[in-house]
């Protein structure tokens, strides 16, 4: 978090921006409070957001014409704060539903938005928590997939249970539960494929995968697998997996290159989902728990 802070606040953060304007200006009138809306806008915070965030600045704020900075700052923290909503359970549930089945966690998303590699670092969060993990590659188009899985399962000393390019990945993910259940490990992390050529395509797939492993063990959790750099394209595959599974949890990844923190707040306001984790960089411990002060405070300073 320490390193997210330092990217978040960088100058061209457009939140930070945002707050830093409306603190420089001399007065307060209609054209700052336009042109604070107008770079809300740009860091993916969303319409209804923006919306809520100045006018609640707008209340509690610039009664003369001109903002105290630190009361903006306290007003802006609080009213952010509010957005990411705190009260929100983010822990990932790892719960077996039925005792002596291993936990189930399904990882969706676009490729390229970092799932493998989140499926990774997860692992190496849940050994180093003493968790027993095994990875299934249901990834199954590409046989580069597969391979990177099981490099990321020999880097972190879990076993990854693949099959060929072209075999079904329900089978494969059936396979990889089924082991998990017969080594009597704790957590099956499931990768998936990512091909959104079409919404059926894509529904008909990650529905038999979910279907098949949950002939052997209910998936507990449905993670969504989001860049944080790719802003509102980002946002129309959200609303697309939420339409086709039951995402129970939201990783947003490669925000230690995004300038633009509000898409936190945005896929959580349109999915009702939270975010549950966040990706921080390549390397196999960049990845953590998302937490809604640090962010603020990373925004803010
Ligand atoms: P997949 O196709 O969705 O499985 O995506 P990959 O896991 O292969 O990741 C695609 C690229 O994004 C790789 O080069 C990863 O190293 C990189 N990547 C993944 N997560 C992060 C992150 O949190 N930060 C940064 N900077 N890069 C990431």
Known sequence: WARLRRRLSTSNNALARALGDLLSADRIDEEVWEDFE???????????????????????????????????????RTELLKLV???????????????????????????GTG??????????????????????????????AAEQLATWGERVGVET???????????????????????GVDVVIVDTAGRLHTKTGLMDELGKVKRVIEKKAPVSEVLLVLDATTG?????????????VDVTGIVLTKLDGSAKGGIVIQVQRELGVPVKLVGLGEGVDDLAPFDPEGFVHGILG
């Open 232 to 244: 509102q394209n980002g946002m129309t595959q959200a609303r697309i997996f939420a339409e086709v």
């Open 85 to 111: 909503d705190p009260t929100l359970d983010r822990s990932l549930n790892l719960t077996p539903a039925n005792d002596g089945d291993p936990a189930v966690v399904l990882v969706v998303g676009v490729n």
């Open 115 to 144: 799932k493998t590699t989140t499926v990774g670092k997860l692992a190496r969060v849940l050994v180093a928590e003493g968790k027993s993990v095994v990875l299934g590659a249901a990834d199954t188009f590409r046989a580069a």
């Open 161 to 183: 249970v693949r099959s060929d390019e072209g075999a079904d990945p329900a089978s494969v993910a059936f396979d990889a539960v089924d082991k998990g259940a017969r080594d």
């Open 38 to 76: 107008t770079t809300l806008i740009t860091s993916d915070l969303g319409v209804g957001p923006t919306t809520e965030l100045t006018e609640a600045l707008r209340k509690e704020l610039a009664i003369d014409g001109v903002a105290d900075p630190a009361r903006a700052k306290d007003v802006l």
